[in-house]
């Protein structure tokens, strides 16, 4: 696998669909999510449904923890490292790859230890938000510990990390705040959120590199709302947590909002469809649930 040059995100192509939040989510099929009793968190981001573990994996970043909820026992930490933890991504084999301070490691829960795949960020940096792709590439975001002064050029990016070789590649450059990454049902297409520019973008995939990037969508209104994290689901269809309004939104196919989820919290971040249908929402101050 050949490294390519990385892409400023302020010089991808432009085009795809406006969404105005203030008024396509008027009238659009509202739910309520309630918190899940003793999943509170200091910032709960991208949950996934673990078939294997039998329930919903999903990380405390600022206290550096991998937890799982099992609906039919509680909770539990699965694991914690020295520092922030951006995402757990899983793996075929039941592991779990964990992007935080301690760089990428792989996560055996059940006998739980760990061994290190790649590098942490480095100093003044950490992994935020990432993805595993359908050949298994990691596709991690990372953000400084502190913004930059107002009015400078944004310092985040996304690395491409093949677990095979361990060593990060910069794919992306000049990201404000690199959020949600996943792949078309198909696995011929990668999406990611950039949340400062209120963007998603694509790019054909194939043999762990992306190409021809441009913007999908673009949403404006709603004050200070962002786009968060993702969840594409294998009928097309794709659900977008949007911090500051406090929902997730499920996209249809053509960018049309056709359910609307909304959180306790306005701090709104992920999201993942159990096999039962229950749609579990991380928000900053924990896991929630609703039925829909």
Do not use: K
């Amino acid at each position: 696998m050949t490294a390519s040059e990385p892409l400023a995100w302020d010089g991808l192509a432009p085009g795809g669909r406006v969404l105005d939040l203030d008024t396509a989510l008027v009238g659009v099929r509202t739910v309520d999510a309630v918190p899940v009793p003793g999943a509170q968190a200091r910032l709960g981001e991208h949950p996934f449904w673990s078939q294997s573990l039998g329930g919903v994996v999903w990380v405390d970043i600022d206290a550096g923890e991998v937890r799982l909820h099992r609906p039919e026992v509680g909770n539990t930490v699965l694991h914690r490292a020295r520092g922030p933890i951006g995402a757990a991504l899983p793996e075929a084999d039941g592991t779990l790859l964990v992007a935080g301070a301690d760089g990428l490691v792989r996560l055996d829960p059940l006998a739980a230890s760990t061994t290190p795949v790649a590098p942490a960020p480095p100093a003044g940096l950490r992994f935020n938000d990432a993805g595993l792709a359908p050949d298994g590439v990691v596709w991690a975001g990372v953000l400084p510990l502190v913004d930059p002064p107002a009015g400078e050029r944004p310092t985040g990016y996304i690395d491409r990390i093949d677990p095979a070789e361990g060593q990060p590649h910069t794919a992306l450059t000049v990201m404000g705040c690199p959020n949600g990454i996943v792949w078309t049902p198909d696995g011929s297409q990668i999406l990611v959120c950039e949340s400062d520019t209120r963007q998603i973008a694509a790019a054909a995939y194939t043999d762990g590199q992306a190409s021809d990037w441009h913007v999908v969508l673009s949403f404006t209104g709603a004050g200070d709302a962002v786009p968060d994290g993702l969840d594409q689901l294998s009928d097309g269809r794709l659900w977008v947590a949007f911090w500051g309004l406090g929902v997730a939104v499920l996209l249809a196919a053509d960018g049309e909002p056709e359910l609307v989820i909304r959180t306790p919290d306005e701090r709104t971040t992920s999201m993942c469809t159990g096999p039962d249908g229950t749609v579990w929402v991380t928000t900053a101050a924990g896991l929630c649930r609703a039925r829909v």
